[in-house]
């Protein structure tokens, strides 16, 4: 495996081949980002300036078939956080990389016209693309499509990053060919943009470079937890992450009216199951996977009432903070909010959490599905300073509207899960490195790090700490396997990942050493934000989840703020 950096000015390209002595040598996705950054990124710079460096990574395990472990890092200093950050996608491309022998791109410095990267058997090469300028993601995939063949893989940006927005996504081309995979979070989008990157797309190797130690033993390990996976996920695999609509709804947590309530009259409208319904009524699809070695399949593909297509794949929590946060509660609606954001390259969390914070200011009336279309179609895709206002993310557009409600940590807004009533959760959110990120270590309903271990009630704050700091852990170590968290961040599956890596690379890890990597990842993103002065003294959530009681529950938000500022003590003291 090597490491390519691309210069995207003076046209440079070198090759880092990563040995068993390379200190890269087990440092694959977000462990290989988050590493790049902290040792090559100047904390205090510019995230759009030409210091600021933008990876794409492979896992440790990319190119094998370890189930659901196709996925790329894509990480940077974010323009939202101003911290380190990394976000991953699944889709096309994760896999053609690591069949080409490359584990990581390292895009450096500025180019000061728009180019494409191309990457195929013979050589990377820089590429004019000024004829994409100003092209939204579903064009400039067919366009690409058409020029290269229609089974590459892609990495792109559309309006919004070319724009600069804090909110903009890197997208990715699914298994279907659309562009609806994106790693959204943290404005990576704009730092793409920023290098005048607007593609790279990658051909199809012939033969894969990946090297497999034992097969044999690797398979031992991977197809039975494969098969697993495959049948204790089936309802999942049918209905997907919007089936969690509803019981987040019953909990009282999911994000309504700009986190005003926890629960929405309306929900059946929008539910999980009334979306299964239209897709399949309508001749959609069902059960698709993300990314190559995807086995739990929770995809879904949306057509209108004609049979074309709108969007794939409509997920929790675009339907959350787009449906029950602004109260809009038609699937269509939801369906072609979602089809723009990933044609723009705009991140649907951070966009329903500032249209969320608008409507509560009285500058747009609830539930009015016309005049998002419209914000998102004329303003966002034509740059004006309305457009501005809603791309630059729900901390930028609080402050200017100077709202009372303003939904964010760290510069980021919060993810389709009321802090006040899902305690784990709010812990993450208001700890993690990457800002109010639920990917970070998702503590949603029914989901612990150990089987053996008891963690409380969901609504009561008693275990959540060492919940929330556990899947942070175990997340972090899925992350840098390339791995779909879905597949479980547990203390259990710390054993599987050992195993695979010692099958694959011929090591003799322990389970210890697999959670070691977490624990470093964790420390290196501490580092580079304490440098960048995101300091642990902001690990706090909005003062209105501590003041306002989330109705219907009528929970607030009660961690003591002590316990939030030193919660990553843990990291010298705590026994898994």
Not at 141 to 169: D, F, N, Q, V
Not at 499 to 526: F, H, P, Q, W
Request: glycine residues 10%; charged residues 25%.
């Amino acid at each position: 495996m090597k490491i390519a950096r691309i210069n995207g000015e003076n046209g440079e390209i070198q090759f880092e081949k990563i040995t068993s002595n390379s200190k890269y040598y087990l440092l694959g996705a977000r462990a290989l980002t988050s590493q790049i950054i902290h040792d090559e990124v100047p904390p205090l710079c510019n995230p759009l300036g030409k210091e600021n460096k933008l990876i794409f990574a492979n896992g440790v395990l990319a190119g094998s078939p370890f189930p659901c472990s196709a996925r790329t890092s894509v990480g940077s200093k974010s323009p939202l956080t101003n911290g380190i950050k990394e976000a991953n996608v699944g889709g096309r491309p994760a896999m053609m990389l690591a069949r080409h022998g490359i584990r990581a791109i390292i895009l450096e410095d500025i180019s000061s016209t728009l180019k494409l990267i191309l990457i195929d058997e013979e050589d990377i090469r820089i590429l004019p693309a000024e004829e994409y300028k100003g092209l939204g993601n579903y064009e400039l995939h067919s366009r690409l499509k058409e020029k290269y063949g229609e089974k590459i893989g892609i990495y792109s940006i559309g309006p919004a990053g070319e724009y600069l927005m804090k909110s903009a996504t890197v997208g990715a081309n699914d298994l279907e060919g659309y562009p609806s995979r994106h790693a959204a979070r943290g404005g990576l989008g704009a730092v793409m943009g920023s290098k005048r990157i607007k593609a790279i797309v990658i051909i199809p190797p012939k033969i894969s470079k990946v090297k497999m130690h034992d097969m044999k033993k690797f398979r031992e390990v991977s197809k039975p937890f494969a098969k697993s996976l495959a049948e204790t996920k089936q309802i999942f695999s049918t209905y997907g992450t919007p089936l969690m609509m509803r019981p987040m709804n019953e909990h009282g947590g999911i994000p309504t009216k700009n986190f005003q309530m926890g629960s929405y009259e309306k929900i059946e409208n929008i539910s999980g199951e009334k979306l299964h319904d239209l897709v399949v009524s309508r001749g959609g699809k069902k059960r698709l996977a993300c990314s190559p070695t995807c086995v739990i399949k929770c995809s879904n593909l949306v057509v209108d009432e004609q049979g074309n297509h709108i969007t794939s794949s409509l997920e929790y929590e675009t339907m959350a903070l787009n449906g029950t946060n602004l109260l809009i509660d038609n699937l269509d609606s939801l369906a072609k909010i979602d089809h723009l954001c990933d044609d723009l390259g705009i991140d649907t969390i951070e966009f329903g959490g500032s249209v969320g914070v608008a409507m509560d200011c009285g500058k747009v009336e609830w539930g009015n599905a016309e005049k998002v279309f419209e914000i998102l179609d004329n303003e966002i895709r034509n740059n004006t300073e309305e457009g501005q206002l809603y791309g630059n993310g729900v901390k930028n557009i609080g402050e200017i509207l100077n709202a009372k409600r303003v939904p964010q940590i760290k510069g980021q807004g919060i993810s389709a899960y009321d802090s006040r009533v899902f305690k784990a959760m709010g812990v993450t959110y208001a700890t993690s490195p990457m800002g109010a990120d639920h990917t970070a270590g998702a503590a949603i309903a029914g989901r612990v790090p150990s089987q053996h271990k008891d963690y409380g009630e969901l609504t009561k704050n008693e275990g959540k700490l060492d919940l929330s700091f556990e899947l942070q852990i175990y997340t972090a170590v899925m992350d840098s396997m390339g791995c779909c968290y879905f597949i479980g961040p547990s203390f259990e599956n710390m054993e599987i990942i050992k195993n695979s890596i010692n099958a694959m690379y011929g090591l003799n890890l322990t389970r210890e050493d697999v959670i070691k990597i977490g624990i470093s990842i964790i420390r290196t993103e501490l580092d580079f934000n304490e440098k960048a002065g995101i300091t642990q003294e902001m690990n706090n959530v909005p003062e209105f989840f501590r003041k306002e009681p989330s109705e219907p529950t009528g929970l607030r938000y009660t961690f003591d703020i002590a316990d939030l500022k030193t919660f990553w003590r843990r990291l010298n003291e705590h026994n898994f």
